[in-house]
């Protein structure tokens, strides 16, 4: 039911040689719906000027570009990325780490785990003594952060191989570690940084994104 490391075996590695990054054979309508989701999510914390959600929304949504990003030039570099989303297990695969409901969930992660966190959110845990505690922030992203690696754990167990890990040394436990914290992390505190860090974030993060997808798609390196 759950896989904890990639296995390095030859059917992963011809699945990921397999692996059709922007082709249309899958497409269905299901594509537009999802969008339509996301528009609405979007729009309705905008009317309700949520900003702080919003915010946390983009932040994760960015970092989670750069990384699959770098999965994609490792995948080119190496022959093999980090991680992989298989034909057979959606509709549309935008980089060879991430397909198109994939990418509107983690366009969502970010408002949701913000949410989750209590309305004040300077609040900190297992606080006694001395000890100041654990802040409610980096509490909720390690909470998030588990919870997604364990589902990434069943994608990557499933009979289709939805998700799919080739490199031993690559499984639940660096995912935890070096993806998701960074990803929670991000929607968790990047909201509250004062206004001038906290736009400088946003906009560096997304203009790095923007730069290198206009560069390194039409090289073919991604």
């Given at each position: 039911?759950?896989?904890?490391?990639?296995?390095?075996?030859?059917?992963?590695?011809?699945?990921?040689?397999?692996?059709?990054?922007?082709?249309?054979?899958?497409?269905?309508?299901?594509?537009?719906?999802?969008?339509?989701?996301?528009?609405?999510?979007?729009?309705?914390?905008?009317?309700?000027?949520?900003?702080?959600?919003?915010?946390?929304?983009?932040?994760?949504?960015?970092?989670?570009?750069?990384?699959?990003?770098?999965?994609?030039?490792?995948?080119k570099?190496?022959?093999y990325?980090?991680?992989?989303?298989?034909?057979?297990?959606?509709?549309?695969?935008?980089?060879?780490?991430?397909?198109?409901?994939?990418?509107?969930?983690?366009?969502?992660?970010?408002?949701?785990?913000?949410?989750?966190?209590?309305?004040?959110?300077?609040k900190?845990?297992?606080?006694?003594?001395k000890?100041?505690?654990?802040?409610?922030?980096?509490?909720?992203?390690?909470?998030?952060?588990?919870?997604?690696?364990?589902?990434?754990?069943?994608?990557?167990?499933?009979?289709?191989?939805?998700?799919?890990?080739?490199?031993?040394?690559?499984?639940?436990?660096?995912?935890?570690?070096?993806?998701?914290?960074?990803?929670?992390?991000a929607?968790?505190?990047?909201?509250?940084?004062?206004?001038?860090?906290?736009?400088?974030?946003?906009?560096?993060?997304?203009?790095?994104?923007?730069?290198?997808?206009?560069a390194?798609?039409?090289?073919?390196?991604?």
């Amino acid at each position: 039911m759950f896989k904890f490391w990639g296995d390095g075996s030859e059917t992963a590695k011809e699945q990921i040689r397999q692996i059709t990054v922007r082709s249309t054979e899958n497409f269905n309508w299901t594509f537009i719906f999802i969008l339509a989701v996301v528009f609405y999510v979007y729009w309705s914390e905008i009317r309700k000027k949520e900003w702080h959600a919003v915010w946390a929304g983009l932040a994760l949504y960015g970092v989670h570009w750069l990384y699959e990003i770098a999965n994609a030039v490792i995948a080119k570099l190496s022959g093999y990325p980090l991680w992989a989303v298989s034909n057979g297990s959606t509709t549309f695969i935008l980089l060879v780490g991430v397909c198109w409901e994939l990418s509107m969930m983690f366009s969502l992660a970010g408002i949701i785990s913000f949410k989750m966190l209590p309305d004040d959110r300077s609040k900190r845990y297992f606080a006694k003594g001395k000890f100041k505690g654990i802040s409610c922030r980096l509490t909720g992203a390690v909470g998030m952060a588990l919870l997604f690696a364990l589902v990434e754990s069943f994608l990557a167990a499933t009979s289709n191989r939805s998700f799919i890990w080739v490199y031993p040394w690559w499984g639940v436990l660096p995912v935890f570690i070096t993806t998701y914290i960074p990803f929670f992390l991000a929607s968790n505190y990047v909201p509250d940084l004062p206004a001038k860090k906290r736009s400088a974030f946003l906009i560096t993060e997304w203009a790095l994104v923007a730069v290198l997808l206009a560069a390194l798609i039409p090289l073919g390196i991604i």
